[in-house]
């Protein structure tokens, strides 16, 4: 089995503290929840203790193999905890997800939990969402690079992402435009006017969503942000 980062790690196993038996979970995508889900399977390796709603096919590979019992989030069903990781992370707990391409999927499973806890190295938390990093934006295949000329009104200089030369492809079937944040950008305000733009689907930022932030260091530490009322 392949090495983990102490940072990752060290996130993971104060993530899997705060999870206990008979929960149903939301489980995201990304290194760190993938190594908080083998964790889970490692303390309760019996009979599904666990059950989980899933924003990847990956993490429901994992979830299964790690005998946790995966669901549909089908109306009825509320999630206790969801777990997940970030690529940003600000001061103020607003994120930017989907490097992986399963924002929407991802913040579809957040919604639906009555707690939102972030799991992820310390190397993510920046000081401005969007330094060196891209907002992902999902966006309908259809006419995809119109609704792109439209986003660019928004956040110019986008770029389709590519899965070698054919645009990349989400699981649910979209394609997903990156576009950078430039500074002094209204955080707050910018998901609303997103969301405006015909064929934008859902985008990555997560803003008032994550009730608290586990951030493992290198030296196996683990920082805690919590919101502010």
């Not at 639906?112 to 934006?137: I, N, S, T």
């Not at 389709?160 to 950008?185: F, K, L, Q, S």
Request: charged share 25%; net charge negative.
């Amino acid at each position: 089995m392949a090495a983990h980062s102490p940072a990752r790690e060290a996130a993971a196993r104060a993530a899997v503290e705060l999870v206990e038996q008979g929960m149903t979970l939301g489980l995201g995508s990304g290194r760190a929840l993938w190594r908080v889900v083998e964790l889970l399977g490692q303390r309760w390796p019996g009979p599904p203790p666990l059950r989980a709603a899933v924003a990847s096919e990956g993490t429901g590979e994992r979830a299964r193999a790690a005998g946790i019992e995966v669901v549909e989030l089908d109306g009825e069903i509320e999630l206790d905890l969801a777990l997940d990781g970030a690529d940003q992370v600000d001061a103020q707990l607003r994120l930017i997800k989907g490097g992986g391409g399963a924002l929407l999927r991802e913040k579809i499973v957040v919604a639906a939990a009555r707690r939102f806890v972030v799991v992820a190295e310390a190397a993510k938390r920046v000081d401005r969402l969007g330094d060196g990093y891209d907002l992902p934006v999902e966006v309908a295949r259809f006419a995809w690079p119109d609704t792109a000329r439209r986003l660019g009104a928004v956040l110019p200089g986008g770029a389709v992402r590519r899965d070698g030369e054919p645009p990349y492809v989400t699981d649910e079937g979209h394609h997903i435009i990156d576009c950078p944040i430039a500074p002094g950008v209204d955080l707050d305000g910018l998901g609303a006017r997103l969301r405006c733009v015909p064929g934008v689907l859902e985008h990555g930022l997560f803003v008032g969503m994550a009730e608290r932030a586990l951030l493992g260091g290198e030296d196996g530490t683990v920082e805690q942000l919590e919101r502010r009322p």
